[in-house]
């Protein structure tokens, strides 16, 4: 088991930045490529990021491509998401994922363990 527990999120305005973090406990996070998820109201679970267990591959959604970025550090057990240039339509619960296994993946139903998420509300 893995243990997910995501912070950082809060109200900012449009083009603000933040950062969300994921700690993880549990297994060894080294073992697992990891994924930020987000989901606004009324939509699906949608992916944003992801990053290989390294830390030196990343994965990103279109959207958020030279605004976001993922990192981890495996000494923290930790992952991170930088949101710079923050828009209205990145309002979301954000939710950390782990993944067992070698590849870095886009597809929801590949990850194992999520954490309960942290909501993150933009105004424009």
């Known amino acids: 088991q893995v243990q997910l527990v995501e912070s950082g999120g809060g109200l900012v305005q449009a083009g603000d930045s933040l950062r969300l973090s994921c700690a993880a406990s549990g297994r060894t996070f080294s073992n697992y490529v990891m994924g930020w998820f987000r989901q606004a109201p009324g939509k699906e679970r949608e992916f944003v990021a992801s990053v290989s267990r390294s830390g030196l591959s990343t994965y990103y959604t279109d959207s958020v491509k030279g605004r976001f970025t993922i990192s981890r550090d495996n000494a923290k057990n930790t992952v991170y998401l930088q949101m710079n240039s923050l828009k209205f339509e990145d309002t979301a619960l954000y939710s950390c994922?782990?993944?067992?296994?070698?590849?870095?993946?886009?597809?929801?139903?590949?990850?194992?363990?999520w954490g309960r998420g942290t909501q993150v509300t933009v105004s424009s």
């Open positions: 994922a782990a993944r067992q296994g070698v590849l870095l993946s886009s597809t929801i139903a590949e990850y194992d363990y």
